[in-house]
């Protein structure tokens, strides 16, 4: 039974990537940013490369500032995101992680908010706004805008205007860090057996349960995907990470 458990999950799997290559990104319908997702995104780093939506996961929370050169009021603020990028970088265990979004137009170029960054010193990463990013900065009229976004890719707050200060920035931050903090599980998401690693034995237990041939007593473990229920899909999403395809 198990080795047919297993083939039809690694058959799952090919499905489920073929059909993720072309799957567009879905966002809650809103009309300001709060609830929407940021999965998805794909953007240029000033310096180059790319920093794609896979670095979300990685910290509880991911505070995203939008600015231009031309703003005033964004580089008045500018120091104070560096003062935060540089606390939280040598604070790891904060798990928090700061990243701009530049908003390019005649006026604030890739080169001139590259030659703007790398002459004050700032030192987080900052990336051209992309489509799923603007998305959600279009929500407002105005900048700067700082959005909280936590682990899963959801907008959780909005703040349009500056910072006077790094204290309130960091305020600002604490607050909501202690809100999603007290929100994250007392388990890791995927681990069924409790063994603290997810593996493909936590994969086929999952598929079992959302074939409903095993009752799992606590069903959150194994909703992977956030939805609600127990999927074929949360199984795949584990495999995929017991497999070393998907980061954890």
């Given at each position: 039974?198990?080795?047919?458990?297993?083939?039809?999950?690694?058959?799952?799997?090919?499905?489920?990537?073929?059909?993720?290559?072309?799957?567009?990104?879905?966002?809650?319908?809103?009309?300001?940013?709060?609830g929407?997702?940021?999965?998805?995104?794909?953007?240029?780093?000033?310096?180059?490369?790319?920093?794609?939506?896979?670095?979300?996961?990685e910290?509880?929370?991911?505070?995203?500032?939008?600015?231009?050169?031309?703003?005033?009021?964004?580089v008045?603020?500018?120091?104070?995101?560096?003062?935060?990028?540089?606390?939280?970088?040598?604070?790891?265990?904060?798990d928090?992680?700061?990243?701009?979004?530049?908003?390019?137009?005649n006026?604030?170029?890739?080169?001139?908010?590259?030659?703007?960054?790398?002459?004050?010193?700032?030192?987080?990463?900052?990336?051209?706004?992309?489509?799923?990013?603007?998305?959600?900065?279009?929500?407002?009229?105005?900048?700067?805008?700082?959005?909280?976004?936590?682990r899963?890719?959801?907008?959780?707050?909005?703040?349009?205007?500056?910072?006077s200060?790094?204290?309130?920035?960091?305020?600002?931050?604490?607050?909501?860090?202690?809100?999603?903090?007290?929100?994250?599980?007392?388990?890791?998401?995927?681990d069924?057996?409790?063994?603290?690693?997810?593996?493909?034995?936590?994969?086929?237990?999952?598929?079992?349960?959302?074939?409903?041939?095993?009752?799992?007593?606590?069903?959150?473990?194994?909703?992977?995907?956030?939805?609600?229920?127990?999927?074929?899909?949360?199984?795949?999403?584990?495999?995929?990470?017991?497999?070393?395809?998907?980061?954890?």
């Amino acid at each position: 039974m198990k080795k047919i458990l297993s083939a039809l999950l690694i058959a799952s799997l090919m499905l489920f990537t073929c059909v993720s290559a072309t799957a567009a990104v879905q966002k809650a319908e809103t009309r300001d940013a709060v609830g929407m997702s940021i999965m998805g995104f794909s953007a240029t780093e000033l310096h180059g490369g790319t920093v794609t939506s896979d670095i979300i996961p990685e910290c509880t929370m991911t505070v995203i500032n939008e600015w231009a050169t031309w703003c005033g009021p964004c580089v008045s603020e500018m120091p104070h995101f560096q003062t935060m990028h540089e606390y939280y970088s040598s604070t790891p265990e904060a798990d928090v992680q700061i990243l701009g979004s530049v908003y390019i137009s005649n006026s604030c170029t890739p080169a001139s908010a590259l030659q703007f960054v790398d002459s004050n010193g700032y030192t987080w990463p900052n990336v051209i706004e992309d489509n799923v990013l603007a998305a959600v900065f279009n929500n407002s009229n105005a900048i700067p805008n700082t959005i909280i976004v936590d682990r899963n890719g959801i907008v959780r707050d909005m703040h349009t205007g500056s910072f006077s200060s790094s204290g309130q920035l960091q305020n600002y931050i604490e607050t909501w860090l202690e809100t999603l903090e007290a929100e994250e599980p007392d388990f890791i998401p995927g681990d069924v057996d409790g063994n603290g690693e997810l593996s493909v034995s936590d994969a086929l237990t999952i598929m079992r349960a959302a074939m409903e041939i095993v009752t799992l007593q606590n069903e959150a473990v194994a909703d992977m995907n956030g939805n609600g229920t127990v999927e074929v899909s949360d199984a795949i999403i584990v495999l995929r990470i017991a497999m070393g395809i998907l980061e954890q």
